[in-house]
């Protein structure tokens, strides 16, 4: 009971909220307020100064959070010197990614996992919006990104080439697409969710990158919508390459502007910085990095490209 208390108490002080604590641990906000009364009753002291719309430590509270988090670390560092001797790593491994990568890429790694690796058990959350890891208590999470978030550790898992594409018959009604600017007069299919840059497409060119605002009258927050808005020929979608490669592959979807390609977008896992990585995680993102043809990769030839009539 002491051990759920010590948690709770340092999720609070962390997240400044009793509800964001209790929910990344996965108790009810009433269970949460009840261990920090315990934990104050037992020490005889105030550890939490609240209001309807603030909470802080008390001075007790910090010198007392400073010494439980050494607590919880030590206990980590304990566990995690188990598997260094040849235990095998365990718990609960939390783990998001975009709906569709999870469905097509990670899904069936997490399985071939959990099969290596029968002690861990994986909760795997599946989102285009970006979560708040440290409020939801995220482990990994697997994104196509370039983060520059220094709170987090930063893995790189592979390269995800990307690709401006559309269909046929929307090309064909087009007219000529024959440089960047030309996408401002069309309509660009938009990923959009708090936080997102997809309005602005930047491409590489022969004189450097060329940043292009696009706008378009049809936008999502899941990428998978803007794939079949782009095949019923209502726009111009920038996806990762592995994503539409059947597409591109068959003719559905044609390459657009193939001189100009977009920035390709890194494959990451991202986890919290902590004293010790735990052993859960370590694996887990070790076990990703290891795996060959993790996304594929565009050939050389066998896209049908578009560069304009």
């Known amino acids: 009971m002491v051990m759920n208390e010590l948690q709770v108490f340092v999720r609070v002080v962390e997240l400044r909220n009793i509800s964001a604590a209790a929910r990344s641990l996965h108790v009810s906000p009433a269970a949460a307020s009840h261990r920090i009364l315990q934990l104050e009753n037992r020490l005889g002291a105030r550890l939490l100064n609240r209001t309807t719309r603030n909470l802080q ?93 220094s709170s987090f550790i930063t893995r790189k898992l592979a390269d995800c080439p990307r690709v401006l594409c559309a269909s046929p018959s929307f090309l064909a009604d087009a007219g000529d697409i024959a440089a960047p600017d030309d996408l401002m007069q069309h309509n660009c299919l938009l990923l959009r969710f708090p936080g997102s840059t997809q309005s602005r497409w930047t491409l590489g060119g022969p004189n450097g990158p060329i940043t292009v605002n696009v706008t378009g009258g049809l936008d999502a927050d899941d990428g998978e919508v803007l794939t079949e808005w782009a095949l019923r020929g209502f726009g111009i979608a920038m996806k990762p390459w592995w994503e539409v490669a059947d597409h591109l592959r068959s003719g559905a979807l044609v390459e657009v502007l193939p001189e100009y390609k977009p920035e390709p977008v890194a494959l990451v896992a991202l986890f919290p910085h902590r004293q010790l990585v735990a052993a859960k995680v370590r694996t887990f993102v070790d076990y990703l990095k290891q795996q060959p043809g993790l996304v594929a990769m565009p050939p050389s030839t066998h896209i049908v490209q578009h560069a304009g009539h």
């Open 57 to 149: 430590p008390t001075e007790e509270g910090y010198v007392f959070y400073e010494h439980a988090l050494e607590v919880l670390n030590a206990i980590e560092r304990a566990e995690s010197s188990i598997v260094s001797v040849g235990g095998a790593p365990t718990g609960a491994l939390r783990v998001t990614a975009p709906t569709y990568l999870g469905r097509k890429i990670l899904a069936p790694l997490v399985a071939q996992f959990t099969r290596q690796y029968p002690r861990v058990q994986i909760r795997l959350r599946l989102s285009d919006h970006l979560l708040d890891l440290l409020g939801e208590a995220i482990d990994v999470a697997v994104r196509m990104a370039n983060p520059t978030d």
